[in-house]
């Protein structure tokens, strides 16, 4: 359809591309999204979400078993993903939640299989700053009963962890969660915007398994694809 038209009929305009839309992607722009569930046929770990040959857990969760159990991550974190993510999280966009939101949700095979979801705290300091969690924003429309913002808090932020190596990352985040109650025997998700090295989620997952919980499962928008010096943790 002619963009003049389409936008006097449905009067939507693309994020991305600033052509008509009629949701807020347009239908190529959309088509565009760099999508990891399937008819991609990339492979990935189940642990960490990375690209591994087969499916296989790979040889970077062998060598060192992350404290979550599973990832699950909608997106590859490269254009035009990264940029909704960086809009709702640095820009204030929070009209991109739900879209974000959704293309989790469409991304989680069984949302029912956990007792608890929670969305990745930050510190009162920066939530105050921000004036938002993305992570609490992205939540809200996974369309699910079982949000729980508060049982988790993040006493300190971890300095910059740009061009930090993945232990250093660790370090960095090391004793930075604090579970208000017990976990005991749950099936706790933990709801991100972007992993990247995993130390953040990796951290709080054993927050969580030290509170009690039987299994942890990562729900990410974004997964990049390496481990370079994104400022993203
Ligand atoms: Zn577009
Ligand atoms: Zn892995």
Known sequence: MHAKLARLIFGGTCF??????????????DADLPRLAPPSEMSLCPRCALESPSGAVCGR?????????????????????DALVHALKFRGELALAPLLGKLLRERIASPGSVDCVIPVPLSSQRLRERGYNQAVEIARHLGTAK???????????????????????????????????????????????????????????????????????????????????????
């Open 16 to 29: 991305v591309c600033r052509g008509a839309a009629r949701d807020t992607l347009c239908e190529s722009c």
């Open 61 to 81: 969760c062998l060598a060192q078993l992350p404290r979550y159990d599973a990832t699950i991550a909608a997106l590859a974190y490269a254009f035009p993903a």
């Open 147 to 233: 949000l729980a913002i508060d049982a988790c808090v993040r006493e300190r932020d971890a300095p910059p962890q740009a061009g930090l190596d993945r232990e250093a990352r660790r370090r960095n985040v090391r004793g930075a969660f604090r579970c208000q109650r017990s976990f005991a025997g749950e099936r706790v998700a933990l709801v991100d915007d972007v992993m990247t090295t995993g130390a953040t989620l990796d951290e709080l997952a054993r927050a969580m398994k030290e509170a009690g919980a039987a299994s942890v499962v990562n729900w990410v928008v974004c997964r990049t694809a390496a481990e370079t010096g994104a400022s993203h943790v």
